[in-house]
């Protein structure tokens, strides 16, 4: 009985932690990860995050539709992969997960108790979800 009261509690928790709703990230590690948006990425995708000349915007509903049903994971490894586009590869993972919890901290999703953890394997369960 035991057992499968802390199975249970495992479950709801892990349940819990997978829906970007329920505070995925840690405000310390949204402002980290500002402070790094400021040097790395603002000038190309401006101070409100809505973009530039060429630049997309991170928030808001376009942004939001496109990148819908998509993983956090996703959101980290283009980053990671291809941003600053005039030279990527020099972020770590750790770096581009906290500049991702300062993106969705920017649109509007809640901050939590913990971090995002920098594992891609939990990252790719984290759906970026419609705002309620
Ligand atoms: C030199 C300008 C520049 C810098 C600096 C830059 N970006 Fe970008 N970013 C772009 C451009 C241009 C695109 C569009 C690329 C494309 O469509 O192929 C883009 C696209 C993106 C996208 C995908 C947007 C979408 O609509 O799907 C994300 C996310 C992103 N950048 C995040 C970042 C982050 C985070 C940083 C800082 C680490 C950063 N960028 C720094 C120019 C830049």
Known sequence: MRLVATLL????SMAAANSIWDGVYSKAQSSRGQK??????????????????NSPPLVDKDFLEKWQGKSVGSLVELTRKTMPSDGPGKLTRRQCTDIIAYLLSSNGYPSGETELPSDPAVLDEILIQPKK
């Open 9 to 12: 509690v495992t479950l709801l």
């Open 36 to 53: 790094l948006y400021e040097a790395q990425c603002l000038r190309c995708h401006g101070e409100a995050l809505l973009g530039g000349e």
